[in-house]
């Protein structure tokens, strides 16, 4: 039995169409590829296409008895957002950073003193697998209440070969058990354990020895990430840890130029990266250098709210001819949301993006962030069914009523989940 669903009637049908074999970058960025009074028509759940509605009726009128319908007259349709920057799987919060930080104290000093990073890990370390999946469970179904589909989830509390493997295979779990599809990646290179503060080059040669390979032979992640920040990773060890993860085939990531600039972007542009990540002091090199080298920038800008920080220069990004996608960074520390609407909220009000380009942002450029651009982030035949319908008369007012969950119903793979 096949099984069909018509989605009818969308106000406005956003499909993002045309940017699978690249990013969108400049104008393509306000390229919606948007139906008015639009339909879509799914099978198996995969889409068959969209188009004017009047145009899909007639096309697939054979189908129209048999199949699920849902009406989305008054609503918009758009593709199942994508998230490709979180650090899903975790134990514990950091609510009492959050106070001392509202008192002066910043988030490097509180990690350096052995809080921050270190606070995650030990709480990771302790927490058996069963308990980090009920924990990271639960933030995965807010994200797919707030219209996430796919999300790309690190690694980097484990900080051993051990914790870290169990990060990576909850994660794996998850992906297999949940309806929100997981992309994985290893961040062993997270931070220096503060038992080895005085010897990074010593752990530098775990991360590579010991637990590359062992990750890499599991099959456990795609890509290979790193937080190279003064204080934290040098950028020749993160340069050392990316190119050991490409012997291995695993696509180097990088959090690059978070709070002081550090050459992360042109190590990014250097290096091959897929993405580099958060991009709040980058310079203008290496800006020039991404756009060159064709790296997403993936602009957080959750992260600059809650740390109080700077916001990236998403505008001088596009306008130099970054691909730029954002992200929630969802984590306990530097970012506890998973709400990605919201993210588009503060990448128009807070970076000078427009409406479009944040939701081109969320997509398209995301799904190519995390490598998946040809299954999922816009509504074109073939890719995955994931739909997101919000109950909103046109996407401009997913920004202007901010701070409020939209979300009417979200199909995953062709099934309707949150209605
Ligand atoms: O992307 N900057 C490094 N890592 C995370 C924060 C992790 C944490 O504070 O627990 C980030 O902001
Ligand atoms: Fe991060």
Same mark, same amino acid.
């Given at each position: 039995?096949?099984?069909?669903?018509?989605?009818?009637?969308?106000?406005?049908?956003?499909?993002?169409?045309?940017?699978?074999? *690249?990013?969108?970058?400049?104008?393509?960025?306000?390229?919606?590829?948007?139906?008015?009074?639009?339909?879509?028509?799914?099978? @198996? *759940?995969?889409?068959?296409?969209?188009? %004017?509605?009047?145009?899909?009726?007639?096309?697939?009128?054979?189908?129209?008895?048999?199949?699920?319908?849902?009406? /989305?007259?008054?609503?918009?349709?758009? %593709?199942?957002?994508? &998230?490709?920057?979180?650090?899903?799987?975790?134990?514990?919060?950091?609510?009492?950073?959050?106070?001392?930080?509202?008192?002066?104290?910043?988030?490097?000093?509180?990690?350096?003193?052995?809080?921050?990073?270190? $606070?995650?890990?030990?709480?990771?370390?302790? /927490?058996?697998?069963?308990?980090?999946? @009920?924990?990271?469970?639960?933030?995965?179904?807010?994200?797919?209440?707030?219209? =996430?589909?796919?999300?790309?989830?690190?690694?980097?509390?484990?900080?051993?070969?051990?914790?870290?493997?169990?990060?990576?295979?909850?994660?794996?779990?998850?992906?297999?058990?949940?309806?929100?599809?997981?992309?994985?990646?290893?961040?062993?290179?997270?931070?220096?354990?503060? &038992?080895?503060?005085?010897?990074? @080059?010593?752990?530098?040669?775990?991360?590579?020895?010991?637990?590359?390979?062992? =990750?890499?032979?599991?099959?456990?992640?795609?890509?290979? &990430?790193?937080?190279?920040?003064? *204080?934290?990773?040098?950028?020749?060890?993160?340069?050392?840890?990316?190119?050991?993860?490409?012997?291995?085939?695993?696509?180097?990531?990088?959090?690059?130029?978070?709070?002081?600039?550090?050459?992360?972007?042109?190590? /990014?542009?250097?290096?091959?990266?897929?993405?580099?990540?958060?991009?709040?002091?980058?310079?203008?090199?290496?800006?020039?250098?991404? $756009?060159?080298?064709?790296? =997403? *920038?993936?602009?957080?800008?959750?992260?600059?709210?809650?740390?109080?920080?700077?916001? /990236?220069?998403?505008?001088?990004?596009?306008? $130099?001819?970054? +691909?730029?996608?954002?992200?929630?960074?969802?984590?306990?520390?530097?970012?506890?949301?998973?709400?990605?609407?919201?993210?588009?909220?503060?990448?128009?009000?807070?970076?000078?993006?427009?409406?479009?380009?944040?939701?081109? +942002?969320?997509?398209?450029?995301?799904?190519? $962030?995390?490598?998946?651009?040809?299954?999922?982030?816009?509504?074109?035949?073939?890719?995955?069914?994931?739909?997101?319908?919000?109950?909103?008369?046109?996407?401009?007012?997913?920004?202007?009523?901010?701070?409020?969950?939209?979300?009417?119903?979200?199909?995953?793979?062709?099934?309707?989940?949150?209605?």
């Amino acid at each position: 039995m096949t099984q069909k669903m018509f989605i009818t009637n969308a106000a406005q049908l956003i499909t993002m169409a045309g940017s699978t074999d *690249g990013p969108a970058t400049r104008e393509a960025m306000s390229q919606l590829n948007l139906i008015e009074d639009g339909s879509l028509f799914m099978e @198996d *759940g995969k889409i068959v296409e969209a188009g %004017p509605d009047k145009e899909i009726r007639e096309k697939y009128q054979e189908h129209f008895q048999s199949a699920e319908q849902i009406d /989305a007259t008054g609503k918009i349709v758009a %593709p199942g957002l994508v &998230d490709p920057h979180t650090h899903l799987v975790h134990a514990g919060t950091r609510e009492n950073e959050y106070a001392m930080r509202l008192k002066g104290r910043t988030y490097m000093d509180i990690m350096q003193a052995g809080g921050g990073i270190h $606070a995650t890990t030990r709480a990771t370390q302790q /927490a058996s697998h069963e308990q980090l999946y @009920d924990e990271s469970k639960k933030r995965l179904n807010q994200f797919l209440l707030h219209g =996430v589909t796919t999300v790309e989830a690190k690694s980097g509390y484990g900080l051993t070969l051990e914790h870290e493997l169990k990060q990576l295979e909850v994660a794996e779990q998850l992906n297999n058990d949940h309806p929100v599809d997981l992309v994985s990646t290893f961040m062993g290179a997270h931070a220096i354990p503060m &038992d080895e503060k005085n010897n990074p @080059d010593k752990f530098v040669d775990r991360v590579i020895q010991e637990m590359l390979p062992e =990750v890499a032979d599991k099959k456990l992640a795609v890509f290979n &990430d790193v937080f190279c920040e003064r *204080g934290v990773f040098t950028p020749e060890q993160s340069r050392r840890v990316l190119e050991a993860g490409k012997e291995y085939g695993l696509i180097p990531k990088i959090h690059a130029d978070e709070i002081e600039p550090y050459e992360g972007a042109e190590l /990014a542009a250097s290096i091959g990266a897929i993405s580099a990540d958060h991009l709040l002091k980058a310079s203008e090199n290496g800006i020039k250098k991404m $756009a060159e080298a064709g790296v =997403v *920038g993936v602009l957080l800008p959750g992260t600059a709210f809650f740390l109080m920080a700077e916001f /990236a220069e998403a505008r001088k990004m596009i306008d $130099a001819g970054v +691909a730029v996608a954002l992200s929630t960074d969802a984590n306990p520390g530097s970012s506890p949301t998973i709400s990605l609407p919201f993210i588009m909220n503060l990448g128009c009000l807070k970076m000078g993006m427009t409406p479009e380009e944040v939701l081109t +942002a969320t997509t398209i450029n995301a799904a190519h $962030a995390i490598g998946c651009a040809s299954e999922v982030g816009s509504l074109e035949s073939g890719k995955k069914a994931d739909v997101t319908i919000f109950d909103v008369p046109n996407y401009l007012t997913l920004s202007y009523k901010y701070g409020m969950n939209h979300v009417d119903t979200v199909v995953k793979a062709g099934i309707p989940l949150v209605r």
